[in-house]
């Protein structure tokens, strides 16, 4: 095979991208950033009228984009998710999983319905869906792109509160280690990324509480969305066809190493 120089495209028209976590914060802009690139994208999320707002924002932009109502932690719905979006712009040929949620607390207050909570939408619900993906791109014999979006909280955790965040964030590393093994052999690339603090509806909303916390960072700053475009792209575009099974940690060396 003769390659081209250099050997590296962006390009996504013809693909259809689900992407869970679409109505706000990374969600937002990874829905947005692959519509640009030309992949048909579907809008999951509990928030119906936010990614209608942004399926809106994206058909005036010139992209396609089909807003879907979904809990992840709820198997039936992510389940049929995958199978209404095929219908409606195609098989699924890119997964995000972005979706989760925080805790915030220290291991011993947390109540038995939190716990299944962060563990539904941070873990399971990653892992159900990356499978029924996989299942129809296995049955179809076509190649596909999956990226969990994890945390760099899943390498450094200070013993304040959020231990189960950092579990399941640790664990969605390892979930992409392992469905890569099994699926490589299938065309379907599997990696994660880790973000550090990174500007958010729920970021934002903490810093308010607590206070302005890049100043504890080595470079005073938070990330903003946009800084995670080249990032995203780069592993859901054919320029990765050779990268599976890896994590990039996005943040700014915010975290001890």
């Given at each position: 095979?003769?390659?081209?120089t250099?050997?590296?495209?962006?390009?996504?028209?013809?693909?259809?991208?689900?992407?869970?976590?679409?109505?706000?914060?990374?969600?937002?802009?990874?829905?947005?950033?692959?519509?640009?690139?030309?992949?048909?994208v579907?809008?999951?999320a509990?928030r119906?009228?936010?990614?209608?707002?942004?399926?809106?924002e994206?058909?005036?932009?010139?992209?396609?984009?089909?807003?879907?109502?979904v809990?992840v932690?709820?198997?039936?719905?992510?389940?049929?998710?995958?199978?209404?979006?095929?219908?409606?712009l195609?098989p699924v040929?890119?997964?995000?999983?972005?979706?989760?949620?925080?805790?915030?607390?220290?291991?011993?207050?947390?109540?038995?319905?939190?716990?299944d909570?962060?563990?539904?939408?941070?873990?399971?619900g990653?892992?159900?869906?990356?499978?029924?993906v996989?299942?129809?791109?296995?049955?179809?014999?076509?190649?596909?792109?999956?990226?969990?979006?994890?945390s760099?909280?899943?390498?450094?955790?200070?013993?304040?509160?959020?231990?189960?965040?950092?579990?399941?964030?640790?664990?969605?590393?390892?979930?992409?280690?392992?469905?890569?093994?099994?699926?490589?052999?299938?065309?379907?690339?599997?990696?994660a990324?880790?973000?550090?603090a990174?500007?958010?509806?729920?970021?934002?909303?903490?810093i308010?509480?607590?206070?302005?916390?890049?100043?504890?960072f080595?470079?005073?700053?938070?990330g903003?969305?946009?800084?995670?475009?080249?990032?995203?792209?780069?592993l859901?575009?054919?320029?990765?066809e050779?990268?599976?099974?890896?994590?990039?940690?996005?943040?700014?060396?915010?975290?001890?190493?």
């Amino acid at each position: 095979m003769t390659y081209p120089t250099p050997n590296f495209s962006i390009d996504l028209t013809g693909q259809t991208a689900l992407v869970t976590g679409a109505s706000s914060g990374l969600g937002r802009r990874f829905a947005l950033t692959l519509a640009a690139a030309g992949a048909k994208v579907a809008l999951a999320a509990r928030r119906l009228d936010k990614l209608e707002a942004l399926s809106e924002e994206i058909r005036a932009a010139g992209g396609v984009a089909q807003p879907f109502a979904v809990d992840v932690t709820d198997a039936d719905q992510l389940i049929a998710v995958v199978g209404r979006a095929e219908a409606t712009l195609g098989p699924v040929t890119i997964l995000v999983n972005n979706a989760g949620i925080p805790d915030a607390q220290r291991a011993t207050k947390m109540s038995t319905d939190l716990i299944d909570r962060v563990i539904g939408a941070n873990l399971r619900g990653p892992y159900i869906l990356s499978c029924e993906v996989a299942r129809r791109l296995i049955a179809l014999k076509l190649p596909g792109r999956m990226v969990n979006i994890s945390s760099a909280g899943a390498y450094d955790y200070d013993g304040n509160g959020s231990a189960l965040y950092s579990i399941t964030k640790a664990a969605l590393i390892r979930m992409t280690e392992a469905l890569a093994i099994e699926w490589a052999t299938f065309g379907i690339n599997v990696n994660a990324i880790a973000p550090g603090a990174f500007h958010s509806e729920m970021m934002d909303g903490m810093i308010a509480r607590i206070g302005d916390i890049s100043e504890n960072f080595r470079r005073k700053r938070m990330g903003d969305p946009a800084q995670l475009d080249s990032t995203l792209l780069f592993l859901v575009s054919p320029s990765s066809e050779f990268v599976t099974g890896t994590c990039v940690r996005a943040d700014d060396a915010q975290h001890n190493r």
